[in-house]
């Protein structure tokens, strides 16, 4: 059944992926009125006259690929729409933050709360009500984190990632505590590991810009889908 499941997401997840960078770029500009408009319908349906093909199909492969993966981790439980709520938001988000630096407060402020509240109701229904308390605690334990590294170092963060941080936080804490650690110190090995590539080829330089949003999302996936092999490695 669950394989049957991860296929339908799967499939929805590559629809609703063709509908996230036309999304993206409407998050991003204050004065929509919304997210989509009929001025977006053609980077909907895959039409790209800007030339950004190539970005519908890798969101649409993305999205799929994660909401495949969260299906298989997370299974038929009550909190699985929520994890694939969180798959929406955080490509649409790292869409925002390659594209144009940006980690819209209209997305965090709105989607982000209803995400760990529909976590919550999930956790609660599923008759696991431990794992709101972990969720509370993981959110506010990266927040943290992120604010004091913030304030440390000004400029080497932005406040959009401070304030994607109880997101992340939240939805890997609800499997396990200590995938919060596995999340947090991730996003800064893999962000390093990246980033020092990118110089090294090139094709950044120490002027430029490397947004660190996507290296928290990606870091969050990894603990969310092996954080558990991760931490047994760890304390083994």
């Not at 990266?142 to 990632?161: E, K, N, Q, R, T």
């Not at 090139?202 to 949003?213: A, C, E, H, W």
Request: net charge neutral.
């Amino acid at each position: 059944m669950s394989i049957l499941v991860a296929v339908l997401a799967g499939a929805a997840g590559a629809v609703v992926g063709g509908l996230l960078p036309a999304a993206a770029r409407r998050a991003v500009d204050t004065a929509a009125p919304s997210l989509v408009t009929a001025a977006d319908m053609p980077l909907m349906v895959g039409s790209d006259p800007e030339g950004r093909r190539a970005g519908v199909v890798a969101a649409r492969l993305l999205t799929a690929g994660l909401a495949v993966g969260v299906v298989l981790t997370i299974g038929l439980r009550w909190v699985l729409p929520a994890y694939l709520g969180l798959v929406v938001i955080t490509v649409l988000l790292t869409i925002t933050d390659l594209e144009e630096k940006l980690i819209p407060n209209r997305v965090t402020f709105r989607a982000g709360p209803v995400a760990v509240a529909l976590l919550a109701l999930g956790a609660l229904l599923d008759g696991d009500p431990e794992r709101v308390v972990w969720a509370l605690i993981g959110g506010a334990g990266y927040f943290l984190f992120m604010f004091i590294l913030a304030l440390i170092v000004p400029g080497g963060l932005g406040f959009g990632d401070v304030k994607l941080a109880p997101i992340l936080g939240a939805f890997v804490a609800a499997e396990h505590l200590g995938f919060v650690l596995v999340a947090a110190l991730g996003s800064y090995v893999i962000g390093g590991l990246t980033s020092a590539l990118l110089l090294i080829t090139r094709m950044k330089s120490r002027k430029d810009t490397i947004p660190f949003g996507p290296y928290m999302v990606i870091a969050a996936y990894v603990a969310l889908f092996f954080g558990q092999a991760i931490v047994d490695w760890y304390l083994g």
